[in-house]
């Protein structure tokens, strides 16, 4: 029975940075879910989009002295066509910015406020008098009180995560003129986060225990700490309106046509309004259908910068809005990547661009190794030189080298004869299958790439084992047996490699002259089934060498 499952991937800011980190951190491990479970013959809804309202567009557009909406105009475009050219598969990828989701978030902002869970109330802001307005917390910046990093921004360290509340800043100044700022009180709404405490405690318990363990200790930090209403709105000109005429009049307050509701507030709701955007451009699509069912599954995929977001402020946004609404089911919350054990920065050059990394060394390398390295429990590292090592040594030496030597091999076998497969070929094959299909399901995308691996060496093993090119002249017959259960063994990759490596999977499959249309709950029959069907057509190597020499050339272009 098809399941309906909901992907939701972090909204990108639209300023023109999607580096390697991205894809490692939330991009790489949602695609390869959403292929996986199109494979598997499930209704597959992928959702994301462009953050338009974060400062960090009002920051870009500063810098290139132009106004917000031309950096919108500017980036989404190009966003749009690196996610195609890097291969992250959506079913929507939309921009905060429609009138749809503004009209999703308002709804949101008015059904909570008047089921009690926002209040007005008063609250310093940082304002700095040598800018005269009150500034977004981007563009405040100093000591993080708690790791001591300098360049903390106003709301959330960058370094260690923590969360910052105004006034907690070790000596804040302005991202503007680099002068102090002061905090200076102004009227906000807030979201009444301690009415919704005990229901996130009880949705956290329920939910939690699938959950990666260091994402539900983090999550149980927050609640332990006990939850604080924390403010929706700031003053702001680029941002959603506040929907002024349907604010009640005892709960309106003065100048709010100055403010805008809180990019933080409004960026998750996008999860929804793009949802109801995509079956808006097609009569049979339906939405609620992905919303509004107990069997459905939602998972989520972002980095750790985003994790309270997401574990708890989305639920209770959803759980305040409609108590009927299908809550997030998993969390898939990656750690950072480093490069070259240094903080990704765009600002100070340490960064690779995603389309120059797969346009050079080519898209199933890339997505090879990030997964590879997937930083799932712990901050992970991009080095060049184990770049260079992983793509040589593992994708060529192992699973090229395999798939390789039995095409060459086998290619003037007759698999429509009746030909018995070895059962413990057979047997251990389709084991590596399980295991890498219990891998994607639970979201251990690693452990799937390693048991790709596996399986590849596993029939390298067995190849230089029975050492067929000597039974070719001297062995027929056992030569056929030998190259009969090779190929076993590849199409058992073939099938496993599908969700990963779409180009390497496209190349493979017109090799063997076979398309695996559905990842079955059993592969033992339609495996056998495909295997009479294999016509070889050729081959050539499924991945380049990529020269050691690259390596300090590559170094080079990162700024110390």
Same mark, same amino acid.
């Given at each position: 029975?098809?399941?309906?499952?909901?992907?939701?991937?972090?909204?990108?800011? @639209?300023?023109? =940075?999607?580096?390697?980190?991205?894809?490692?951190?939330?991009?790489?491990?949602?695609?390869?879910?959403?292929?996986?479970?199109?494979?598997?013959?499930?209704?597959?809804?992928?959702?994301?989009?462009?953050?338009?309202?974060?400062?960090?567009?009002?920051?870009?557009?500063? *810098?290139?002295?132009?106004?917000?909406?031309?950096?919108?105009?500017?980036?989404?475009?190009?966003?749009?066509?690196? /996610?195609?050219?890097?291969?992250?598969? /959506?079913?929507?990828?939309?921009?905060?910015?429609? =009138?749809?989701?503004?009209?999703?978030?308002?709804?949101? /902002?008015?059904?909570?406020?008047?089921?009690?869970?926002?209040?007005? =109330?008063?609250?310093?802001?940082?304002?700095?008098?040598?800018?005269?307005?009150?500034?977004?917390?981007?563009?405040?910046?100093?000591?993080?009180?708690?790791?001591?990093?300098?360049?903390?921004?106003?709301?959330?360290?960058?370094?260690?995560?923590?969360?910052?509340?105004?006034?907690?800043?070790?000596?804040?100044?302005?991202?503007?003129?680099?002068?102090?700022?002061?905090?200076?009180?102004?009227?906000?709404?807030?979201?009444?986060?301690?009415?919704?405490?005990?229901?996130?405690?009880?949705?956290?318990?329920?939910?939690?225990? &699938?959950?990666? $363990?260091?994402?539900?200790?983090?999550?149980?930090?927050?609640?332990?700490?006990?939850?604080?209403?924390?403010?929706?709105?700031?003053?702001?000109?680029?941002?959603?309106?506040? $929907?002024?005429?349907?604010?009640?009049?005892?709960?309106?307050?003065?100048?709010?046509?100055?403010?805008?509701?809180?990019?933080?507030?409004?960026?998750?709701?996008?999860?929804?309004?793009?949802?109801?955007?995509?079956?808006?451009?097609?009569?049979?699509?339906?939405?609620?259908?992905?919303?509004?069912?107990?069997?459905?599954?939602?998972?989520?995929?972002?980095?750790?910068?985003?994790?309270? /977001?997401?574990?708890?402020?989305?639920?209770?946004?959803?759980?305040?809005?409609?108590?009927?609404?299908?809550?997030?089911?998993?969390?898939?919350?990656?750690?950072?990547?480093?490069?070259?054990?240094?903080?990704? #920065?765009?600002?100070? &050059?340490?960064?690779? =661009?995603?389309?120059?990394?797969?346009?050079?060394?080519?898209?199933?390398?890339?997505?090879?190794?990030?997964?590879?390295?997937?930083?799932?429990?712990?901050?992970?590292?991009?080095?060049? #030189?184990?770049?260079?090592?992983?793509?040589?040594?593992?994708?060529?030496?192992?699973?090229?080298?395999? @798939?390789?030597?039995?095409?060459?091999?086998?290619?003037?076998?007759?698999?429509?004869?009746?030909?018995?497969?070895?059962?413990?070929?057979?047997?251990?094959?389709?084991?590596?299958?399980?295991?890498?299909?219990?891998?994607?399901?639970?979201?251990?995308?690693?452990?799937?790439?390693?048991?790709?691996?596996?399986?590849?060496?596993?029939?390298? *093993?067995?190849?230089?084992?029975?050492?067929?090119?000597?039974?070719?002249?001297?062995?027929?017959?056992?030569?056929?047996?030998?190259?009969?259960?090779?190929?076993?063994?590849?199409?058992?990759?073939?099938?496993?490699?599908?969700?990963?490596?779409?180009?390497?999977?496209?190349?493979?499959? !017109?090799?063997?002259? @076979?398309?695996? *249309?559905?990842?079955?709950?059993?592969? *033992?029959?339609?495996?056998?089934?495909?295997?009479?069907?294999?016509?070889?057509? !050729?081959?050539?190597?499924?991945?380049?060498?990529?020269?050691?020499?690259?390596?300090?050339?590559?170094?080079?272009?990162?700024?110390?």
């Amino acid at each position: 029975m098809k399941k309906k499952i909901f992907i939701g991937v972090a909204w990108p800011y @639209v300023n023109g =940075d999607i580096h390697i980190g991205h894809l490692a951190g939330y991009l790489l491990p949602a695609d390869i879910f959403a292929r996986f479970q199109r494979f598997r013959g499930n209704d597959v809804l992928m959702a994301s989009g462009s953050d338009c309202f974060g400062t960090p567009i009002t920051i870009e557009a500063d *810098k290139l002295n132009i106004s917000p909406e031309e950096v919108v105009s500017k980036y989404h475009p190009q966003i749009v066509k690196l /996610f195609e050219k890097v291969g992250i598969s /959506f079913d929507i990828y939309t921009k905060t910015t429609t =009138d749809n989701h503004k009209e999703v978030v308002q709804d949101f /902002f008015i059904k909570l406020l008047k089921e009690g869970f926002i209040f007005k =109330d008063k609250t310093g802001q940082y304002y700095s008098p040598e800018d005269k307005k009150f500034l977004p917390d981007r563009y405040v910046e100093g000591k993080c009180p708690h790791c001591g990093y300098e360049g903390a921004r106003s709301d959330q360290c960058e370094n260690c995560g923590a969360i910052l509340g105004v006034g907690e800043l070790v000596d804040p100044k302005s991202k503007l003129s680099s002068k102090s700022v002061r905090i200076k009180p102004t009227e906000h709404y807030f979201l009444d986060w301690p009415k919704l405490q005990d229901f996130l405690e009880k949705y956290v318990d329920e939910k939690g225990k &699938g959950w990666r $363990p260091w994402v539900l200790k983090e999550t149980r930090g927050w609640l332990k700490k006990g939850l604080k209403p924390r403010p929706i709105t700031r003053d702001l000109d680029w941002g959603i309106e506040i $929907p002024i005429e349907r604010i009640p009049k005892e709960l309106q307050m003065e100048g709010v046509e100055h403010k805008r509701i809180y990019v933080w507030f409004d960026a998750v709701i996008g999860y929804l309004s793009a949802s109801i955007e995509w079956a808006s451009k097609e009569s049979t699509r339906d939405w609620k259908a992905f919303w509004y069912n107990k069997e459905a599954e939602h998972s989520y995929f972002m980095g750790k910068d985003n994790l309270v /977001f997401h574990t708890l402020f989305w639920p209770g946004e959803l759980y305040g809005y409609d108590g009927n609404i299908h809550l997030p089911d998993f969390p898939a919350i990656n750690q950072f990547l480093t490069l070259e054990d240094q903080k990704f #920065s765009k600002s100070r &050059g340490i960064t690779i =661009d995603s389309r120059y990394i797969t346009e050079t060394y080519g898209l199933d390398t890339v997505r090879f190794y990030l997964t590879l390295i997937g930083p799932e429990s712990a901050d992970a590292n991009f080095s060049w #030189s184990d770049f260079v090592s992983k793509n040589n040594d593992l994708l060529i030496g192992n699973f090229g080298n395999f @798939v390789n030597r039995t095409l060459t091999l086998a290619k003037d076998l007759d698999f429509s004869k009746e030909l018995e497969i070895d059962e413990k070929v057979e047997t251990r094959t389709l084991e590596f299958i399980g295991e890498g299909q219990s891998a994607l399901e639970s979201h251990k995308f690693k452990k799937y790439t390693e048991i790709i691996l596996e399986l590849s060496n596993f029939g390298n *093993k067995y190849l230089s084992t029975e050492e067929p090119w000597f039974l070719k002249d001297k062995d027929p017959e056992r030569f056929e047996k030998v190259l009969l259960n090779a190929t076993h063994i590849t199409l058992g990759l073939l099938l496993l490699i599908k969700p990963l490596l779409p180009e390497s999977y496209k190349l493979l499959s !017109g090799f063997l002259g @076979v398309d695996i *249309k559905k990842w079955e709950d059993s592969e *033992k029959e339609p495996l056998r089934s495909l295997l009479t069907q294999v016509r070889i057509s !050729g081959t050539k190597p499924l991945f380049g060498k990529i020269d050691e020499s690259i390596v300090e050339v590559e170094r080079a272009k990162i700024s110390p």
